[in-house]
């Protein structure tokens, strides 16, 4: 039979999450929300109970042509005449589950590893219960969360050998973050999870019927800041589109003055208002995530940067984070010395976790350490000496922007910018950049600034930005009889950043300067 996985309903009833409703009513509620296929997960009540209570549901259930899996009991599942099972890593085989119930019931397998799936998909399971994606009240340590990358991963290797068989996922689902999982798990080949499997995001709602069609509603649209699929976002970025489009951008930032709102460290903020200002930006510098939604209603952007951080900071970083990725807003992540302690490199697993960035940009340490790489080691916030050659660096940043759907920045010498697609060098900038405090917050503050006005093509938006930064610092440092050093460079360069942003309103031609190779990756 065809199924329809896209909402996928497992009942709980523990008082913790069921509370005093009746789960017939909640199951009811939710089919008439939307709900696709519900599975009765009941690990409390006896079998002549549980019986009785599958065969409730069925009523409910079958004459919407939804159907009714039960966790692990094969013996439920034939006494009540169900559609089928769906049986976890220590339940009952998947080949006697499928010689007992028939060919065409229906069985879906837990799987938490990349192993695990292919085992269950080579063995005839109809699909596969991925995860557990994010940390639950009763799993917050368990070895099984995989997150969203691990399920891309495990999609990854189906697709081409087991294409027919259907994923969901399962872990820490809701509203809050459905979307942002089905759009980042899904692959760069576009194989996409079938649905959501979710409990508490219903079984625990007040009006479950409401909260059952909300999730039918959200996961039928993607969300407010994925790419946009126009032909615009994958164009080639020729040398005469860089040196003719750019400025226009720089154009329109400068007439419409977009807020950039920075979550910043306090040795910067200064410095960082002053970059924005320069470059056509409304800075406002405040880490208070209580207006983070009044703020991001204003059509600006946002920068997270984590040099200043603590667990309180962390928890505004989410706040924000979650009211900018509510309307599309877009968000740069700035993972200050992410390499340099634990507590950062928790940080940044955390917010990685938390909500989805437009943008990282950061050293080779950090984003390094936003890939995953074990044995990272910063030096502060410095990324130290290079471990990569420029081909790795651009693999490695291709592979990450891919992986979270996003674009990818890596400074260095010569910087790296991917979109998971196009991937660039760039070789403007210069020394003295690397002699000031904050060059590579503010330079974030400036992106965010781009994105803010640039959001078909974020990838041009990133060169726009790193561009006009860099070109800034190479004009400002050639003032050889004003600027002696970082002290005299830091007034001359905001000077440049400004004098550039002029120019192109009058429909300049600075962007001529730009050092840029399109990578073949």
């Known amino acids: 039979m065809a199924v329809d996985y896209s909402v996928y309903l497992v009942t709980d009833n523990t008082p913790a999450i069921l509370g005093d409703k009746d789960i017939v009513e909640v199951v009811r509620a939710a089919v008439d929300g939307g709900v696709t296929i519900v599975q009765l997960r009941d690990k409390t009540s006896d079998t002549g109970e549980l019986i009785k209570i599958?065969?409730?549901?069925?009523?409910?259930?079958?004459?919407?042509?939804?159907?009714?899996?039960?966790?692990?009991?094969?013996?439920v599942a034939l006494a009540s005449g169900v559609e089928g099972v769906h049986i976890g890593q220590d339940d009952i085989d998947l080949t006697s589950a499928r010689k007992i119930l028939g060919k065409d019931a229906i069985i879906g397998v837990t799987a938490n590893s990349l192993e695990e799936a292919e085992i269950?998909?080579?063995?005839?399971?109809?699909?596969?219960?991925?995860?557990?994606?994010?940390?639950?009240?009763?799993?917050?340590?368990?070895?099984?969360?995989?997150?969203?990358?691990?399920?891309?991963?495990?999609?990854?290797?189906?697709?081409?050998?087991?294409?027919?068989?259907?994923?969901?996922?399962?872990?820490?689902?809701?509203?809050?973050?459905?979307?942002?999982?089905?759009?980042?798990?899904?692959?760069?080949?576009?194989k996409?999870?079938?649905?959501?499997?979710?409990?508490?995001?219903?079984?625990?709602?007040?009006?479950?019927?409401?909260?059952s069609s909300d999730l039918v509603r959200l996961v039928s649209t993607p969300p407010p800041f994925a790419a946009s699929s126009s032909a615009t976002q994958r164009?080639?970025?020729?040398?005469?589109?860089?040196?003719?489009?750019?400025?226009?951008?720089t154009k329109r930032l400068a007439e419409k003055k977009p807020l950039c709102h920075n979550m910043t460290n306090l040795v910067v903020q200064n410095f960082a208002a002053n970059v924005a200002l320069a470059v056509g930006g409304s800075p406002i510098m405040s880490s208070n995530s209580h207006e983070a939604a009044d703020l991001a209603a204003l059509g600006g952007s946002l920068?997270?940067?984590?040099?200043?951080?603590?667990?309180?900071?962390?928890?505004?970083?989410?706040?924000?984070?979650?009211a900018y990725n509510s309307i599309g807003g877009p968000i740069l992540l700035d993972p200050v010395g992410a390499g340099a302690t634990c507590a950062r490199r928790e940080g940044v697993a955390a917010l990685m976790r938390g909500g989805y960035f437009d943008v990282i940009k950061g050293n080779e340490g950090e984003i390094r350490t936003v890939s995953g790489a074990a044995g990272v080691k910063q030096h502060g916030v410095d990324s130290g000496a290079s471990q990569l050659s420029l081909r790795e660096r651009a693999q490695l940043v291709k592979q990450v922007a891919a992986r979270e759907h996003n674009v990818v920045l890596?400074?260095?010498?010569?910087?790296?910018?991917?979109?998971?697609?196009?991937?660039?060098?760039?070789?403007?900038?210069?020394?003295?950049?690397?002699?000031?405090?904050?060059?590579?917050?503010?330079?974030?503050?400036?992106?965010?600034?781009?994105?803010?006005?640039?959001?078909?093509?974020?990838?041009?938006?990133?060169?726009?930005?790193?561009?006009?930064?860099?070109?800034?610092?190479?004009?400002?440092?050639?003032?050889k009889e004003t600027v002696r050093g970082p002290g005299s460079f830091i007034p001359a360069f905001i000077d440049e950043l400004y004098l550039i942003r002029q120019e192109s309103v009058a429909g300049g031609e600075w962007a001529q300067g730009a050092k840029v190779e399109v990578l073949d990756i």
Do not use: W
């Open 54 to 75: 599958a065969k409730q549901l069925h009523a409910v259930t079958k004459p919407k042509g939804v159907p009714l899996v039960i966790n692990d009991r094969v013996d």
């Open 120 to 190: 269950a998909a080579a063995g005839g399971a109809d699909y596969l219960g991925l995860g557990t994606v994010f940390a639950t009240p009763t799993k917050e340590n368990s070895k099984s969360i995989i997150g969203v990358s691990g399920v891309q991963t495990i999609l990854s290797s189906l697709e081409k050998q087991y294409p027919d068989v259907k994923n969901v996922c399962i872990g820490g689902i809701n509203a809050s973050n459905c979307q942002r999982v089905l759009y980042q798990s899904t692959t760069p080949t576009g």
């Open 192 to 211: 996409r999870l079938d649905g959501i499997a979710v409990v508490s995001a219903i079984m625990a709602a007040q009006d479950p019927k409401k909260a």
């Open 235 to 249: 164009r080639q970025m020729t040398q005469e589109l860089i040196a003719t489009t750019i400025p226009e951008i």
């Open 303 to 322: 920068v997270l940067n984590m040099g200043s951080t603590t667990p309180e900071m962390r928890a505004h970083h989410l706040r924000a984070m979650a």
């Open 410 to 479: 890596m400074t260095g010498t010569t910087d790296v910018i991917s979109d998971g697609v196009r991937t660039l060098a760039v070789s403007n900038g210069h020394a003295l950049l690397g002699e000031i405090t904050g060059s590579g917050c503010t330079l974030g503050t400036t992106i965010a600034a781009y994105l803010a006005v640039e959001r078909e093509d974020k990838l041009l938006a990133v060169l726009a930005g790193v561009l006009h930064y860099e070109i800034a610092g190479e004009r400002a440092a050639a003032r």
